[in-house]
């Protein structure tokens, strides 16, 4: 079945540095992906959708700067967080979309960032 | 746009035991998906089962069923004889099925089950 690979699955840093966390479809080609932010027991709050070869497009009140986002080839997308500071910690998950309806979208297993 | 609405924040069962939680949805498309997530405390996303607008039956996996009232627009999961594994928390999800890309899977809030010994 389709796969898809996010690294790394936990990351504490230091604030003020930027952090990437990459997205991969292991087995597919992904012309789509997507980044959630997910706080605890809280639902899955889209950021923004990640198209490859152009611009992503970012939900309203997300800070592009803040969250870059590289959508360079059909397997791979990656989220920077600039600059990240406390605020910034959560759970960051991405998925990567399908052509079968059965599964429209197939999960990252997701990120815990900490900004210390 | 769409709307999911989840209105149990958490639920709890007993052991073997039967529960439903509920979900209800807003849209004025006619061809839509509707789905039920699992997140257990590992946190990765789980596709538990499927049910397509068109159909009029309910969909089952197993020990899971759905309740499918289009014009009430209401989308419910029973967890049958419920285990210990089962706890987690349950997302409500619903996407269109039209045009060339599925695009934004819409989230209720969540419902956290928890299952009892």
């Known amino acids: 079945g389709a796969v898809v690979s996010q690294h790394p699955s936990w990351v504490i840093c230091k604030s003020g540095t930027s952090v990437k966390i990459e997205c991969r479809s292991l087995d597919f080609q992904a012309t789509t992906m997507f980044w959630y932010r997910q706080f605890p027991k809280q639902s899955l709050m889209l950021m923004a959708t990640?198209?490859?070869?152009?611009?992503?497009?970012?939900e309203q009140g997300v800070e592009k700067d803040k969250f870059l986002i590289n959508h360079a080839s059909l397997t791979l997308s990656t989220l920077t967080v600039t600059s990240a500071h406390p605020e910034d910690s959560s759970f960051y998950i991405c998925?990567?979309?399908?052509?079968?309806?059965?599964?429209?979208?197939?999960f990252g297993d997701g990120t815990r960032l900490s900004i210390l | 746009a769409q709307t999911v609405t989840q209105s149990q924040p958490e639920m709890s069962v007993q052991e073997a035991e039967t529960v439903t939680l509920s979900c209800t949805y807003d849209?004025?498309?006619?061809?839509?998906?509707l789905f039920w997530y699992k997140q257990p405390p590992s946190r990765q996303m789980i596709l538990v089962i499927r049910q397509e607008a068109y159909k009029q039956q309910n969909a089952t996996e197993n020990r899971f069923s759905v309740n499918f009232q289009k014009a009430a627009k209401s989308f419910s999961l029973k967890i049958s004889d419920s285990q210990l594994g089962d706890t987690a928390m349950y997302f409500c999800?619903?996407?269109?099925?039209?045009?060339?890309?599925?695009?934004?899977?819409?989230f209720g809030q969540g419902t956290i089950l928890t299952v009892h010994p």
């Open positions: 990640s198209n490859e070869g152009s611009k992503a497009t970012y």
């Open positions: 849209t004025s498309e006619n061809n839509y998906y």
């Open positions: 998925s990567a979309e399908t052509e079968y309806s059965n599964q429209p979208q197939h």
């Open positions: 999800a619903f996407i269109n099925a039209g045009g060339t890309s599925y695009g934004k899977l819409t």
